[in-house]
T-cell receptor
């Protein structure tokens, strides 16, 4: 019962480097989400994919891109990392049902120097 | 802009007391409401969901919803030190994207 799996768990980058955060869920969920969480700011939605084949911007999309690779996988890419992107990143998924909660992965702790 | 407001705390209660956590939301059309618990350095974990006005109880937890007042609360009875965490209120306003709007969370500390 893996649920939502995120890789890597920790990463340190230098400014300007690129990287992709991976997320996979095995709950047959349709919708997937990427959040960042910073002290005092709560969870902020970066991008989401309401269903396979669609992606949309959330509250803070600048500097990020996403790919919904298939129903299970939703990746987040930083093309040119900046110190302001130092954060904890969470992936979440849910069924297409307003009464269903989102289930979260364990998070990726990303530091950009 | 849909908003969910929580008192950031910290809320400090003695062990065995009732902890009361509150949340207000701006979108009157909101349909479903969730409480998540987040321990320091961990991911949010669902502890309660509520969809209709009134109370919903699960063990030591009771969620209360008042849609007319746009207010959701979480009561934790017989609080334990292991309940010390940040509690996030989340609201689903409907629509085909199934997005949740999260409050910034209330930090609860239960003192032995």
């Amino acid at each position: 019962n893996a649920g939502v799996t995120q890789t890597p768990k920790f990463q340190v980058l230098k400014t300007g480097q690129s990287m992709t955060l991976q997320c996979a869920q095995d709950m047959n969920h349709n919708s997937m989400y990427w959040y960042r969480q910073d002290p005092g700011m709560g969870l902020r939605l970066i991008y989401y994919s309401a269903s396979e084949g669609t992606t949309d911007k959330g509250e803070v999309p600048n500097g990020y891109n996403v790919s919904r690779l298939n129903k299970r996988e939703f990746s987040l890419r930083l093309e040119s990392a900046a110190p302001s992107q130092t954060s904890v990143y969470f992936c979440a998924s849910t069924l297409q049902d307003s009464n269903q909660p989102q289930h979260f992965g364990d998070g990726t702790r990303l530091s950009i120097l | 802009q849909k908003e969910v407001e929580q008192n950031s705390g910290p809320l400090s209660v003695p062990e065995g007391a009732i902890a009361s956590l509150n949340c207000t939301y701006s979108d009157r059309g909101s349909q479903s409401f969730f409480w998540y618990r987040q321990y320091s350095g961990k991911s949010p974990e669902l502890i309660m969901s509520i969809y209709s006005n009134g109370d919903k109880e699960d063990g030591r937890f009771t969620a209360q919803l008042n849609k007319a007042s746009q207010y959701v609360s979480l009561l934790i009875r017989d609080s334990q030190p292991s309940d010390s965490a940040t509690y996030l209120c989340a609201v689903n306003s409907g629509g085909s994207n199934y997005k949740l709007t999260f409050g910034k969370g209330t930090l609860l500390t239960v003192n032995p």
